[in-house]
């Protein structure tokens, strides 16, 4: 074997694999994004929800620190209520929009960033004020209907 053969080969290789990791990604997405859609009707009705991201990317909770496990899953907003359940997780996070804050948009949260702005909620608990942050595809929009809904 020539050394253009040998390249074509390796190339080949090469593209049949990240074929095989796409393909792969693709599937897992679709099936975590498709879990989130049926954990947001299980819970609300069509007419509750305001507005929901099946694949929000959760930064997680301030109250627990930068050792927590962060991930993506089922964001909603209802009249009354700002919920998520993150893919694999049976313990929701249920904001009641009474108890919200203040709400922008941050670089960053807890020290983890994906280079593009955040969705930042401050909120009222039991114990004391609390942050929570996600990445979802219309930040600004979560944002102003977020504001508009205290």
């Not at 498709?34 to 299980?42: F, G, V, W, Y």
């Not at 009705?45 to 991930?71: T, Y």
């Not at 949260?109 to 909620?121: A, E, I, P, Q, T």
Request: a positive charge; charged letters at 20%; aromatic letters at 6%.
């Amino acid at each position: 074997m020539n050394a253009l053969t040998i390249a074509l080969l390796v190339v080949g290789l090469i593209v049949v694999i990240l074929a095989i990791v796409f393909g792969t990604l693709r599937v897992v997405v679709g099936k975590v994004r498709k879990a989130s859609a049926e954990k947001i009707s299980a819970r609300f009705s069509p007419e509750e929800v305001v507005r929901s991201d099946a694949m929000a990317n959760f930064f997680g909770l301030e109250s627990k620190g930068a050792a927590q496990i962060r991930g993506n899953g089922a964001l909603a907003l209802t009249p009354t209520v700002l919920w998520f359940s993150r893919a694999g997780s049976s313990e929701p996070l249920e904001i009641p929009v009474t108890a919200i804050r203040k709400v922008d948009l941050v670089s960053a949260h807890l020290g983890n960033s994906v280079g593009r702005k955040l969705l930042h909620v401050t909120f009222e608990t039991e114990k004391g004020p609390d942050s929570a942050a996600w990445w979802t595809k219309d930040v600004e929009g979560w944002k102003e209907i977020l504001r508009s809904s205290r």
